[in-house]
């Protein structure tokens, strides 16, 4: 009796550190590609019954994470450890994901403010007013920064200064559009965007004057043109959720080829294939020709993003769920519970070296590794 009683008293007096771990022979742990090494909830305050959905992503570079927390602070995050190195107030919550150039991370608000802060300090270098929300990713090419607004709106900025050279508004009559907006893509002094209209338009980016516009739906509901249009075999491949896929002459617009496929977002380049994935879970997989070689059943809901990780595909959806898929039979290896009836991913899964972040819909923040 004395015995035990000894046991228990020097249990309870050991610190928590110095538990490391109880084997117990015959039960082995379950191995799992998604390993949180640390986690944050950014949830904002909001009334009970109206959830606050996050649409923002994170960024990680030279082992800092940086993300927006809807309450109106970005925030840096040591990549390793979670520690947190700096938190700025802009007054607005985030719709998009940060972008480096230089010693900056450059990044927009919802109430249309644009930020340039130096990364390690947070220190604001600049910012300006946009007067509308921001809805994309800042695209930086020879020292031009251009953003796509919530009003239909581009805005070509200097980077150095965040002068503003030229803008561009665009008339969307459809009052039935899904309010996102297509991530521009630069590609040999052009712009290439997609529009709420159903139509993607190129713009020289010196003066921002049109070249060309194409329409790639149809249809007269839910036509937007919402995913980033991407270089794919000197060509331009762009799609609406209520259209085709688009294959398209960069310099003239002229159609090539139409796809039947109604994309959730950008197509991306894998291993000489263009993966696709569609407003209805699948995952198109596309030889070099364009030809399908597969089409992959991973969720009953859009898909969000998809990153090589691991030997393996990270795919994410607005469902709850986050799938590790075999690179080769695009089997489901793995998969991670968000945790919420509500959570999804709305932005991007993030990828640097051995870690992965995912930003939910629900403002959990994840990192595995």
């Known amino acids: 009796m004395r015995s035990l009683l000894l046991f228990t008293l020097l249990f309870s007096f050991a610190s928590c550190s110095t538990i490391k771990k109880l084997n117990i022979e015959g039960v082995k742990e379950k191995r799992t590609a998604f390993r949180v090494i640390w986690n944050k909830n950014q949830d904002p305050l909001h009334e009970t019954g109206n959830l606050p959905i996050a649409l923002n992503s994170p960024l990680i570079h030279d082992g800092i994470l940086y993300i927006g927390h809807n309450q109106g602070y970005m925030k840096a995050y040591q990549l390793d450890n979670g520690k947190e190195i700096w938190s700025k107030y802009d007054d607005g919550a985030y719709h998009s994901k940060p972008v480096i150039y230089k010693d900056w991370v450059i990044y927009g608000n919802a109430k249309g403010r644009v930020f340039a802060r130096h990364s390690l300090t947070g220190k604001a270098e600049y910012i300006v007013d946009l007067d509308a929300a921001i809805e994309t990713q800042g695209v930086i090419y020879k020292d031009r920064l251009v953003f796509h607004t919530r009003n239909h709106k581009i805005f070509c900025l200097d980077v150095n200064t965040g002068k503003i050279l030229w803008s561009y508004k665009r008339s969307v009559p459809y009052l039935t559009t899904i309010q996102r907006a297509s991530k521009p893509l630069i590609y040999k002094d052009k712009i290439y965007v997609g529009f709420a209209d159903g139509q ?75 993966l696709v994935p569609t407003i209805f879970g699948d995952i198109a997989v596309l030889d070099k020709d364009l030809v399908e070689k597969e089409l992959i059943s991973v969720s009953k809901v859009p898909v969000s993003s998809i990153v090589p990780w691991k030997g393996g595909l990270v795919v994410s959806s607005v469902g709850g769920k986050i799938l590790m898929l075999d690179e080769v039979n695009f089997k489901v290896k793995d998969q991670f519970e968000l945790g919420h009836a509500y959570s999804g991913v709305h932005g991007e899964l993030e990828l640097a070296d051995k870690y992965l972040a995912a930003f939910s819909s629900r403002n959990r923040l994840y990192v595995f590794e």
Do not use: C, M
Not at 225 to 243: H, W
């Open 200 to 274: 993607i338009a190129a713009f020289s980016l010196e003066e921002g004057v049109i070249l060309w516009e194409r329409r790639l739906s149809t249809g007269n509901k839910f036509v937007d043109v919402d995913s980033s249009p991407v270089l794919f075999k000197n060509s331009i491949l762009s799609g609406s959720i209520n259209g085709d896929l688009v294959i398209l002459d960069p310099d003239s617009g002229q159609v090539q080829r139409r796809l039947s496929y109604k994309v959730s977002r950008a197509p991306i380049v894998y291993n000489a294939q263009l």
